[in-house]
């Protein structure tokens, strides 16, 4: 059975600072991983999709690569700003692209 | 263009009634998902709809919980006889069905079903 870990579940830096938030897995053989952000009170946003056969994916100031052999990912947050404030989740997906949920990260941005 | 819309937003019932949450995908998206995020368990694969194929039911936790899908778009989860249990948020995420590597889900704003 497929398990997703994500550590630490909660992280305060002051804003400015480079982060990295980590995510692993017990089942390699995954087709996909996707970060999301989830803001309180709200629905998930999307930040980034990687596919099993690619090692990064990058968008603006957020990079996630994925080591799918040794079961691992992190989320980079480049110049952390206050309104990255927010959880972060990790998932992976199987072959019916069925999602399985890391319990998230808690980041707090100073300013 | 409209993302995933999800109606009502919150829902509180009494224990034992019956309950109905909708769902509507991204136009044109085939494939359709319904997670549950409960504070105990985080977030929880529920059904999965892909076309016509018959839908992915393993992660209904129980047999009062069903889903359809009508005209391979909007899609309703009943919940019969609600227990204190099922208050979560009710998530709806569609993506365009096409291979797993890129199917990329996107999520609606949820349903907060609250039992009391």
């Known amino acids: 059975k497929q398990e997703v870990t994500q550590i630490p579940a909660a992280l305060s830096v002051p804003e400015g600072e480079n982060l990295v938030l980590n995510c692993s897995f017990t089942d390699s053989a995954i087709y996909n991983l996707q970060w999301f952000r989830q803001d309180p009170g709200k629905g998930l946003t999307s930040l980034l999709l990687i596919q099993s056969s690619q090692r990064e994916q990058t968008s603006g100031r957020l990079n996630a690569s994925l080591d799918k052999s040794s079961g691992r990912s992190t989320l980079y947050i480049a110049a952390s700003q206050p309104g990255d404030s927010a959880t972060y989740l990790c998932a992976v997906a199987g072959n019916t692209g069925k999602l399985i949920f890391g319990q998230g990260t808690t980041l707090q941005v100073k300013p | 263009g409209a993302g995933v819309s999800q109606s009502p937003s919150n829902k509180v019932t009494e224990k034992g009634k019956d309950v109905e949450l909708r769902c509507d995908p991204i136009s044109g998206h085939t494939a359709l998902y319904w997670y549950r995020q409960s504070l105990g368990q985080g977030l929880e694969f529920l059904i999965y709809?892909?076309?016509?194929?018959?839908?992915?039911k393993s992660g209904l936790p129980s047999d009062r919980f069903s889903a359809e899908r009508t005209g391979g778009s909007v899609s309703t989860l009943t919940i019969q006889r609600t227990q204190q249990e099922d208050s979560a948020v009710y998530l709806c995420a569609s993506s365009s069905g096409g291979s797993p590597s890129y199917n990329e889900q996107f999520f609606g704003p949820g349903t907060r079903l609250t039992v009391l």
């Open positions: 709809f892909q076309g016509n194929s018959a839908p992915d």
